[in-house]
T-cell receptor, first 115, second 115 residues
Framework: AQKITQTQPGMFVQEKEAVTLDCTYDTSDPSYGLFWYKQPSSGEMIFLIYQGSYDQQNATEGRYSLNFQKARKSANLVISASQLGDSAMYFC????????????FGTGTRLTIIP | DAGITQSPRYKITETGRQVTLMCHQTWSHSYMFWYRQDLGHGLRLIYYSAAADITDKGEVPDGYVVSRSKTENFPLTLESATRSQTSVYFCASTKTTGGIKNIQYFGAGTRLSVL
């Protein structure tokens, strides 16, 4: 079985600073994908970024990047130049067993950006 | 592109009643999922479906029933609602975006209260 651990229940960051949200994972499957989702206070789940286990480079998507350290089994989300609109819950998720496409989620980190 | 539509958005019911949450996707994609979100647990998979007439249990299936007679619809039924089923329910379906296969995209959620 796979598992995601997000050890930071909450974080407070000054606006315009960079922020790193931690995510560690556990799986015995050599092929897997890691996802980050954002959930603002309005409640919807928004896909942010994806990293495949065989991808040679760390994923980037605008101000989001993924610090993927395979040997440490970590996939931290980095948000550069944080904005007030980044205040939200952030969930890390893993997908293994390609063919059923199931995601296993962590418990999330609540990020608050301070003006 | 309506994507994924969940209804109702809010529902209040009483213990013992049957409740059906609806999910409709416009992409005609194979995979659909039901998750529940509870404080401290992140999102947990209830049931998923790989195609019409193919469903399988997730992590927390007890007390729930699903069906999928048409590719675009995936209703979730609570046959006899209990207070422990008070939660926010998310439906998801997969879509290939930017070369990444089968990213899960979520509906807006249904907030269910069982009194």
């Amino acid at each position: 079985a796979q598992k995601i651990t997000q050890t930071q229940p909450g974080m407070f960051v000054q606006e315009k600073e960079a922020v790193t949200l931690d995510c560690t994972y556990d799986t015995s499957d050599p092929s897997y994908g890691l996802f980050w989702y954002k959930q603002p206070s309005s409640g919807e789940m928004i896909f942010l970024i994806y990293q495949g286990s065989y991808d040679q480079q760390n994923a980037t998507e605008g101000r989001y990047s993924l610090n993927f350290q395979k040997a440490r089994k970590s996939a931290n989300l980095v948000i550069s130049a944080s904005q007030l609109g980044d205040s939200a819950m952030y969930f890390c998720a893993i997908r293994t067993n390609f063919g059923n496409e199931k995601l296993t989620f962590g418990t999330g980190t609540r990020l608050t950006i301070i003006p | 592109d309506a994507g994924i539509t969940q209804s109702p958005r809010y529902k209040i019911t009483e213990t013992g009643r049957q409740v059906t949450l609806m999910c409709h996707q416009t992409w005609s994609h194979s995979y659909m999922f039901w998750y529940r979100q509870d404080l401290g647990h992140g999102l947990r998979l209830i049931y998923y479906s790989a195609a019409a007439d193919i469903t399988d249990k997730g992590e927390v299936p007890d007390g729930y029933v699903v069906s999928r007679s048409k590719t675009e619809n995936f209703p979730l039924t609570l046959e006899s609602a209990t207070r422990s089923q008070t939660s926010v329910y998310f439906c998801a379906s997969t879509k290939t975006t930017g070369g990444i296969k089968n990213i899960q995209y979520f509906g807006a959620g249904t907030r269910l209260s069982v009194l």
